[in-house]
């Protein structure tokens, strides 16, 4: 391993080293994102570097008891194990992510021509509403943190500006939420969050310090 590594030029090296800090901060590394600029999704480089050297990333995740999975058919390499520690998420995050999982499925069941779905804030909330799972509306500015917080961990990308964030704000769904969980295990969490009072009218703020890892 260290040999096949030695063997690379300075450039190389950089980026394997870039591509091991995606890798341990984000998790997920998708072989196309979507380019605000550009109006559609691009080729990820980091993707190609990890493609390119992807037996050397496995022997080296491997000494640290990390897993480096390869999932050509969803457009992703991304790592696993118990080593990894992951981010608490708030309540509102964890509902976001839940309900997120779902749409991604109902989309892509009727969707063949692409592994990224597009879903709208609107869209969010009803899904949430229909599932009693949101005692109350949250403020603009936890919508924001939690949308920001999701695409850190590239689970989906914004496409509108966020600082005029209403029901029809679209965001893509990345097929990195297909490698969280299943969808019943999301229908089976999210029946733990519902309120059998629910009523949006409410003024109690959801407890941000319930918290789930993702």
Request: proline residues 1%; charged residues 30%.
């Amino acid at each position: 391993m260290i040999e096949y590594y030695d063997q690379l030029t300075q450039e190389e090296q950089e980026q394997i080293e870039h591509v091991i800090g995606i890798l341990l901060k984000q998790t997920y590394v998708l072989e196309r994102k979507y380019d605000k600029r550009a109006g559609r999704m691009t080729f990820n480089r980091d993707f190609r570097i990890c493609n390119k050297h992807l037996e050397f990333l496995r022997d080296y995740f491997k000494i640290a008891g990390i897993r480096l999975m390869d999932n050509s058919q969803m457009g992703m390499i991304y790592i696993q194990g118990e080593s990894i520690l992951g981010e608490k998420l708030p309540k509102l995050a964890t509902i976001y992510l839940l309900i997120l999982k779902l749409l991604y499925d109902e989309k892509m069941a009727v969707s063949s021509t692409s592994v990224n779905v597009i879903v709208t804030l609107g869209e969010i909330s009803g899904k949430a509403g229909d599932l009693r799972v949101l005692k109350s509306l949250s403020s603009i500015t936890e919508i924001r943190k939690t949308i920001a917080l999701l695409k850190k961990y590239q689970m989906i990308e914004p496409l509108d500006v966020l600082e005029e964030i209403n029901e029809n704000t679209r965001m893509v769904v990345y097929p990195s939420i297909h490698a969280v969980l299943l969808s019943a295990d999301a229908t089976k969490l999210l029946e733990s969050f519902r309120e059998d009072d629910f009523e949006y009218e409410e003024e109690e703020d959801i407890d941000g310090r319930e918290e789930t890892e993702l």
